[in-house]
C-alpha cells in the first residue's frame, strides 16, 4: 500500500501519463535495488536512498518475524560467526537479526510503512489541489 501511495504520487505530479510511468518504473526499480533484499553491500553515498525505500522497512519487519525464535547452529556455516562453526547450540533471535542487519523493532517499521501510505496521499492531494481546473479536466 505504500507503493500504492507513491504511485499516486508521481500520478498526480506528473500528469503526462507515458512521462509519469516512466518515472514511476525508475524510482520503483531505484528503491526496490536499495530496499535491502537484492543488495546488501551499497555505496556509502547512496546508502541513505534505503531509508526511502517501503521494501526496506517490510523486508526488515518479515526477517525479524519469522526470525522470532532461537535459531539452532546446523554447521552448515550460514551463521559461523555467530555459531563458531558449532553444529550444536543456538543462535538467539537478537544474534540473528543483528547478523542480517535488521534496523528497529517490527512496530517501528510498520510504522513507517503506515506514514509511507498516508504521506504520499497528502502529497497527491496538494498536487491535484494546486492544478488550476482546466488542467485536471473539470
Known amino acids: 500500500m505504500a507503493g500504492e501511495s507513491l504511485g499516486l504520487l ?34 556509502s553515498f547512496i546508502k541513505w536512498v534505503k531509508y526511502l525505500s517501503p521494501f526496506k522497512y517490510s523486508f526488515d519487519a518479515s526477517q525479524q518475524m519469522v526470525f522470532d525464535r532461537d535459531v539452532p547452529c546446523d554447521g552448515s556455516g550460514v551463521l559461523e560467526l555467530i555459531c563458531g562453526g558449532n553444529s550444536e547450540g543456538f543462535a538467539t533471535s537478537e544474534q540473528v537479526n543483528e547478523f542480517l542487519g535488521v534496523q528497529g523493532s517490527i512496530g517501528f517499521n510498520i510504522g513507517i510503512l503506515i506514514l509511507m501510505f498516508i504521506l504520499p496521499r497528502y502529497g497527491a492531494y496538494w498536487f491535484l489541489n494546486r492544478k488550476k481546473g482546466g488542467e485536471r479536466g473539470t
Do not use: C, H, W, Y
Open 10 to 43: 508521481v500520478g498526480a505530479s506528473v500528469m503526462d501519463f507515458d512521462k509519469a510511468m516512466t518515472v514511476m518504473v525508475v524510482v520503483s526499480l531505484a528503491l526496490l535495488l536499495v530496499g535491502g533484499f537484492f543488495v546488501e553491500n551499497m555505496p
